[in-house]
């Protein structure tokens, strides 16, 4: 596995508090990424980072936010979390390989909004 | 219309088989194509990927993509109940470092296979 941590891997968490999600690499990679998936959905881009304090908004950014203060650290945090955001979690880092940017992914953060 | 489009299945083969999965595609820009695999509970892994047209052979494996089609294809020969996972589609505009694509892929659905014995 490429040296990639999530955590918590799983969360049980109340309407309307908010939540911190880590992603942490050992592979000193530029790029990172969060994803969600649901079913039906595949993957879908929260953010991305693409170096320390370089941070975009993905395909479904609304109700989060990220933060990258060093390299090997990626975290998102839902503002206010809602059923909606009940989903699993994957962080993905990558880097260019010479001919294409190789996305390794993470194991997942399972979280269930109440 | 979402800009990746892939048949959730699920699909059910008998081990030996070989396997064709697929996805379509509208954004034009899209010149590179992965492939990903994804046990149950566990994050996605690249199989393999290709750039622009063509085919690309690794083992059992098989991608193909036709770009005046929009269609990109992974075939699995003599399927083992090893592969039972879900596949994934990727695609990605830009493959250059420093370019503004920043390696972000667009995926799409996972089809779900299962390989009996």
């Known amino acids: 596995d490429a040296g990639i941590t999530q955590s918590p891997r799983h969360k049980v968490t109340e309407t309307g508090t908010p939540v911190t999600l880590r992603c942490h690499q050992t592979e000193n990679h530029r790029y990172m990424y969060w994803y969600r998936q649901d079913p039906g959905h595949g993957l879908r881009l929260i953010h991305y980072s693409y170096g320390v304090k370089d941070t975009d908004k993905g395909e479904v950014s609304d109700g989060y936010s990220v933060s990258r203060s060093k390299t090997e650290d990626f975290l998102l945090t839902l503002e206010s979390a809602t059923s909606s955001q009940t989903s699993v979690y994957f962080c993905?880092?990558?880097?260019?390989?010479?001919?294409?940017?190789?996305?390794?992914f993470g194991p997942g953060t399972r979280l269930t909004v109440t | 219309q979402k800009e990746v489009e892939q048949d959730p299945g699920p699909l059910s083969v008998p081990e030996g088989a070989i396997v064709s999965l697929n996805c379509t595609y509208s954004?034009?820009?899209?010149?590179?194509f992965m492939w990903y695999r994804q046990y149950s509970r566990k994050g996605p892994e690249l199989l393999m990927y290709t750039y622009s047209s063509g085919n690309k052979e690794d083992g059992r494996f098989t991608a193909q993509v036709d770009k005046s089609s929009k269609y990109i294809s992974l075939f699995i020969r003599d399927s083992q109940p090893s592969d039972s996972a879900t596949y994934l589609c990727?695609?990605?505009?830009?493959?250059?470092?420093?370019?503004?694509?920043?390696?972000?892929?667009?995926f799409g659905q996972g089809t779900i296979l299962t390989v009996h014995p």
């Open positions: 993905a880092i990558s880097e260019y390989a010479g001919v294409v940017y190789e996305q390794y």
């Open positions: 990727a695609m990605s505009a830009g493959g250059s470092a420093g370019g503004t694509s920043y390696g972000k892929l667009t």
């Open positions: 954004n034009s820009a899209f010149q590179y």
